[in-house]
């Protein structure tokens, strides 16, 4: 039983690691594929600029924690805040990100038009499709903007971290594998290879016990 119960927790524990492993994996790529990475039809991104500064509950600041629900398209209605790719002229260079603003319009063709709530924004230009749609706000993190902060500046510090915990998780477990199940193994074989020389002793013992009351029961017939 106990054999069994270990053998579940070394599994459970190699899948765990297993799905932690993907998961980065997964992210990576989407990070680098400007896409959202969703668990269960949620995911979270951290608010880089002030385009989404305002009065509203839910409206957002730099380095707020946006936790985003992927829903259907033709679900959102107006004053919701989504998550969708555009294409910006950025110094230039024509690039891929994604943008958190509000829907201030839904036209006859279901695109949404959206704008942030910093006074200062204007009506983004390109509409939301389906297509370029990626998530919804449901919810909110403020109180871990050092933490954000300290991820946005020192991403090679957070991923050597993170790698440094994950080696050393990786050798624990490999250790507590071998002190649960290749120890006992050891330690079974040494006790059945001790019980069998005590066996091979007792009987060695008996033989010779018997041979010397052979020979006594001689000497006391040659006596007589």
Known sequence: MKKIF???????????????????????????????????????????????????????DPGDIAILRRG??????????VVYQDNVNISGTIKSILIIHRVIEI?????????????????????????????TLI???????????????SRSLIFLALTAVLVILLI???AHMYSNIYKPIQKEKIDKYEAEVAQIKKQ???????????EEKAKIKQSK
């Open 6 to 60: 270990t053998g579940f927790l070394v599994s459970l524990t190699i899948l765990i690691f297993g799905l932690s492993i993907s998961i980065m994996f997964l992210g990576a790529t989407a990070y680098k594929n400007n896409e959202l990475f969703f668990i269960f039809d949620h995911s979270f991104s951290i608010v880089p600029t002030d385009s989404m500064i305002g009065d509203q509950p839910d409206s957002l």
């Open 72 to 81: 259907a398209f033709e679900d959102i209605e107006v004053g919701d805040v």
């Open 107 to 135: 036209r006859s063709d279901g695109s949404l038009v959206t704008k942030g709530d910093n006074p200062l924004n204007t009506v983004d230009p390109h509409p939301v499709t389906s297509s370029t749609y990626q998530g």
């Open 139 to 153: 919810s909110k993190i403020t109180f871990l903007k050092p933490l954000v902060d300290l991820m946005i500046n």
């Open 172 to 174: 624990w477990e490999l």
């Open 204 to 214: 060695e013992e008996e033989r010779i016990y018997k041979e010397i009351l052979e």
